[in-house]
C-alpha cells in the first residue's frame, strides 16, 4: 500500500467522496449487458398431439394441468405410495442430483460475489537491522501499519461479470430442474418395477394353481389307467402338461426374485414384506391421470428435461456476453485507508492516517487472435445448445406421442382380452368334462388348457401394459413428482437477475 504520513484530512474527505461518487456512477453503467437479447427457439414439433389419424386428444374441460398433479393423486395404492416415498428418501442418483443443485447454487454465489468490492483489512509490523560497515555501528528501522481497503474491483462498465453470473444463474436452474427430472423418472421407474413385481407374482400364482391343477390331474388319469379306462398315452400327455407347468413356475420365482432385487436397487434400501403387492395391485394401483381439455406442443416446454436444457441455452446466452465484453478495456479499483507510523505506540497518533487509491485499466491490444476465438466458441456452443434444446423437445413429443397412441386402444384390447379368457375358460371346462365322460381323450384337454393358460398370461401382460401407459403418460407429459412438502425447488422468480 502506498501511504501518505503528512496528508491533511481537510484533503482527504474531499478525494475519497469523490472516489465514491465516481465508483457508483460506474457500478451503474455496469448493469449494461452486452449478451444478445435471449429469444426461445421455435419448437420443432407440431402443434397438436395426434394419436392416429387426425384425431386429436380432447379430455375433460375443467382437467388440471397434469404438471400440477401431485404423484399421490396417481398412485393411489397406500403400498405404493409408501414404497416411492422410500425411493425418494434412500435413492441414491436422486441424493446426487440434490447435492448436485447445492453444488450449482454455491458456484452462482460465488460468481455473484465477484459484482461486489471485497473489503479486507490488514495489519503489519516490520522490523529491519542494518550495520554500517565503516562504523560497524547497526540500527533498526521499525514500522507499523494498519489498513481497511478494496483491492482489484472490477467496475463492470461493459456487463463481462454480470454475463457470467447470470450464466451461473441459469446453470444452478438447469441443475434445479435436471434434479426434477430424475425425481420424476425415479417415481416413474418405481411404479413400474412394483407393477411388473406384482405381475410377476401374479403370473407365478397362475402357474402355481396351474401345476396343482395338472398334479391333480396325473393322480385321476393315473387311477383310471391302472382300471384299464384310458391309455398309457393319456398319462404320458398328462405328465407333459405337469413337466411344463414345473418349468414355468421355477421361470416366474425366478423373474420374480429379480424384479424384487431390482425394485430394492431403486430404492436404495430393501423392500419390506408388508409393502409387497398383491393380485389386485395391478388393476387398482394407478389412477388414469386427467387430461387437460386440449394437448399441444406448448405443455411439453414445461417439462423438467426440456426447462432444463433452455436454462442450458440462456447460459450460453449470457457467455456470448462475457465473450464480447472481453474485447473491451477492463477498469479494476485498489483503494484503502489506514494509519502508518515508525512505531506501534504512536500509530493511532495524529498525523498517522494514510489512503491510497489505485485505479487500474487493462485494454487488449493484441491476444493473437484468441478474444476472437472465444467469441468464437461461445457463439458455436449457443448453436451446439439450441440443437440439443430442440432435440429434447423432439424427444418429448415422441415420448408423448407413443403414449398417446398406446393409450387410444389399450381399453378395446383389455376388453377383447378379457372376452377371449373367458371364452377359453368355457372351452377348457367343456373339454375336461367330456374327457372324464370318455367322449374325448385327454389330448383335446390338454390343448383347452394350454390355450386358458396363453390367455390368462397374456392378460396379465396387458392388464400390466395398461398400467404402466398410466404412469407413462404422467411421466412424460410433465406430472408434478417434485411436490414434496418441505422440498421445494427454486425458480427463476426467487431470483434477481
Known amino acids: 500500500m502506498i501511504r501518505h504520513p503528512h496528508s491533511s484530512a481537510p484533503l482527504r474527505r474531499p478525494v475519497l467522496h469523490g472516489i465514491a461518487w465516481l465508483a457508483t456512477a460506474i457500478a451503474l453503467a455496469g448493469c449494461v449487458s452486452m449478451a444478445p437479447h435471449y ?63 447445492e453444488k450449482a447454487r454455491a458456484q452462482y454465489r460465488i ?191 414445461q417439462r423438467p428435461d426440456v426447462l432444463a436444457a ?21 477498469i479494476s479499483l485498489s483503494a484503502s485507508a489506514g494509519r502508518g507510523s515508525d512505531a506501534l505506540s504512536s500509530l493511532f497518533d495524529a498525523g498517522a492516517r494514510t489512503w491510497s487509491f489505485v485505479p487500474t485499466i487493462s485494454v487488449p491490444i493484441f491476444r493473437a487472435g484468441a478474444l476472437k476465438a472465444e467469441l468464437d466458441v461461445a457463439r458455436i456452443q449457443k448453436d451446439v445448445t439450441v440443437a440439443r434444446y430442440e432435440r429434447s423437445i423432439q424427444s418429448a413429443f415422441r415420448e408423448a406421442a407413443d403414449a398417446l397412441a398406446a393409450r387410444a386402444l389399450l381399453d378395446a384390447r383389455l376388453d377383447a382380452q378379457r372376452g377371449l379368457v373367458v371364452a377359453t375358460r368355457r372351452s377348457h371346462a367343456l373339454a375336461v368334462a367330456r374327457y372324464r365322460s370318455g367322449v374325448d381323450s385327454y389330448l383335446e384337454a390338454l390343448d383347452a388348457q394350454r390355450a386358458l393358460y396363453s390367455a390368462e398370461q397374456e392378460y396379465i401382460g396387458l392388464r400390466l401394459s395398461e398400467a404402466s401407459n398410466r404412469i407413462d403418460l404422467y411421466k412424460v407429459l410433465g406430472g408434478g413428482a417434485d411436490a414434496v412438502v418441505g422440498d421445494v425447488a427454486a425458480t427463476p422468480a426467487d431470483f434477481t437477475r
Do not use: C
Open 111 to 301: 460468481q455473484r460475489a465477484s459484482l461486489f468490492p471485497l473489503v479486507n483489512a490488514s495489519a503489519s509490523q516490520t522490523a529491519t537491522r542494518t550495520d554500517a560497515s565503516a562504523t560497524g555501528a547497526s540500527s533498526v528501522v521499525r514500522s507499523a501499519a494498519l489498513d481497511v481497503g478494496i483491492s482489484s474491483w472490477e467496475l463492470d462498465m461493459f456487463g463481462r461479470v454480470r454475463s457470467l453470473k447470470d450464466a451461473a444463474l441459469d446453470e444452478y436452474f438447469s441443475t434445479a430442474q435436471a434434479q426434477r427430472a430424475t425425481r420424476l423418472s425415479l417415481v416413474a421407474e418405481v411404479a413400474n418395477a412394483w407393477l411388473t413385481l406384482a405381475a410377476d407374482r401374479e403370473r407365478l400364482a397362475l402357474a402355481e394353481r396351474t401345476l396343482a391343477s395338472q398334479s391333480r390331474t396325473e393322480e385321476l388319469t393315473r387311477h383310471r389307467h391302472a382300471q384299464g379306462m384310458v391309455s398309457g398315452l393319456d398319462v404320458a400327455q398328462v405328465r407333459t402338461g405337469v413337466e411344463r407347468a414345473r418349468v414355468d413356475a421355477a421361470t416366474y420365482a425366478t423373474r420374480a426374485t429379480q424384479s424384487r432385487s431390482a425394485l430394492d436397487l431403486l430404492l436404495g434400501t430393501p423392500l419390506p414384506d408388508a409393502l409387497l403387492p398383491d393380485a389386485e395391485a395391478i388393476d387398482s394401483g394407478i389412477a388414469l391421470a386427467p387430461l387437460p381439455a386440449r394437448i399441444d406442443s406448448q405443455a411439453l416446454l
Open 310 to 330: 433452455e436454462h442450458t441455452l440462456r447460459a450460453a446466452n449470457a457467455d456470448i456476453g462475457a465473450a464480447r465484453a472481453a474485447f473491451f478495456p477492463r
Open 39 to 101: 429469444r426461445r427457439p421455435a419448437a420443432p414439433v407440431p402443434a397438436k398431439l395426434v394419436v392416429s389419424g387426425d384425431m386429436s386428444i380432447d379430455g375433460a374441460a375443467d382437467a388440471p394441468d397434469i404438471a400440477d398433479i401431485h404423484w399421490r393423486q396417481v398412485f393411489v395404492d397406500d403400498r405404493l405410495q409408501q414404497v416411492v416415498a422410500l425411493a425418494l428418501e434412500h435413492n441414491r442418483d436422486l441424493r446426487v442430483a440434490v447435492l448436485e443443485i
